[in-house]
């Protein structure tokens, strides 16, 4: 029903910046939470930052006041802005919608690679 794709990952240096984007396919994202993740080998996914579908946001302690959510709903696509970046942020990092008449998060991307250097 919900296709994600994430995209805009890649290799950058702390202190560095990426916007990671997440489009959809199936269906529009309207009404829907968005929500961002990210993984690492031999880890549980971890929430990030998710948006409801009136802007309302909300953070992880690990990257509040450092990455910003938004999403376009006109587009079809939800979007991660990373500022200084740190190397502990390198992770595979997954878009989300949740479902219909549900707070979970039942849809997934197949995940972009954000790798930190020091």
């Known amino acids: 029903q919900v296709q994600l794709v994430e995209s805009g990952g890649g290799l950058v240096q702390a202190g560095g910046s990426l916007r990671l984007s997440c489009a959809a396919s199936g269906r529009t994202l309207s009404r829907r939470t968005m929500g961002w993740f990210r993984q690492k080998p031999g880890k549980e996914r971890d929430f990030l930052s998710g948006?409801?579908?009136?802007?309302?946001?909300a953070y992880a302690d690990s990257v509040k006041g450092r990455f910003t959510i938004s999403r376009d709903d006109a587009k079809n696509t939800v979007y991660l802005q990373m500022n200084s970046l740190k190397p502990e942020d390198t992770a595979v990092y997954y878009c989300?919608?949740?479902?219909?008449?549900?707070?979970?998060?039942?849809?997934w991307g197949q995940g972009t690679q954000v790798t930190v250097s020091s």
């Open positions: 989300a919608a949740t479902g219909v008449l549900s707070s979970q998060y039942d849809y």
């Open positions: 948006i409801t579908w009136s802007g309302d946001t």
